[in-house]
């Protein structure tokens, strides 16, 4: 029994990792086509029924094509980098509770934190092994995004997990039953949005990738494969993060078929942003992290803080 509740484990986490891959490809397809409407044109048409086949038609190109490397870069870690980053990306996803055979952490949350925070390795030795000035120019920008994201993102958790004190995501099903968080705390439900856009690298905060100033930023010496797992680990944290934001405020029940639509309604808010706003400038990105997200992010985790405090003691 022991080995076949092993098996099943084995068997769901890779089911979940196929599924999630599909999911990315559709949501390639998805933005393609709503960028294509907002830019009044159409998106991807002539690819199978719709343009419904056009995902897959990328990916056998672009891992078809011969990989290149630059002469003097240091090769493993050149190789690595893009397949560590994809991995990453797909093992988050094993933090999500799923009533089935699989790992429903009671940690999870912390799961996600220790997992998410390699990716800033992955992008800086991406960045620093190809041995060029752009992409290593673009690694730094794109490290210090993160890094400085990171610490608002963390705090404005910390909130959330003061109101449910636990750090299992299936609690959160369970008090937002009758009320979302986001009705609760309104303003924090913004900020991690923003605080996800910058994490993923999103526009207007895709300074990693500014193709107008750093050619393409740490990704500049990829093609083919490597390039491809790169674009994938994108794709997958910000579904991931979509995802992750409806179970944080958004009412978390895997049961219902709204749960589904909450997700891909944050995917189209990730795309309509992109679609809409403009880049923003690299020193009002840092202005915004340290000198407004960092105190507004602390003053409120001392209220909720407070909050929660005062239920407890009140229920006890």
Known sequence: MYFFDIFMMFFSMIFMVIFVLLGVAFLILFERKVLGYIQIRKGPNKVGF?????????????????????????????????????????????????????????????????????????????????????????????????????????????????????????????????IWLLFLMGPLCFMWLVTGLAETNRTPFDFAEGESELVSGFNVEYSSGGFAMIFLAEYSSIMFMSFFSVILFLGANFYSLLFFIKVVLLMFFWIWVRGTLPRFRYDKLMYMAWKTYLPVSLNLLFLYLFVSFSVFTLTT
């Open 50 to 178: 719709l343009g419904l086949m056009q995902p897959f038609s990328d990916a056998i190109k672009l891992f078809s094509k011969e990989q290149t490397f630059p002469l003097k870069s240091n090769l493993n870690l050149y190789y690595i980098c893009p397949i560590l980053s994809l991995l990453l990306s797909l093992f988050l996803w094993q933090s999500i509770p799923m009533f089935s055979f699989h790992y429903s952490f009671i940690l999870s949350i912390m799961f996600f934190l220790s997992v998410s925070s390699f990716g800033v390795y992955m992008v800086m030795l991406a960045g620093w092994s190809s041995n060029s000035n752009y992409s290593l120019l673009g690694s730094l920008r794109s490290v210090a995004q993160t890094i400085s994201y990171e610490v608002s993102l963390i705090l404005i958790l910390l909130s959330f997990l003061f109101m449910i004190l636990s750090f299992d995501l299936f609690n959160f099903l369970k008090y937002q039953e009758n």
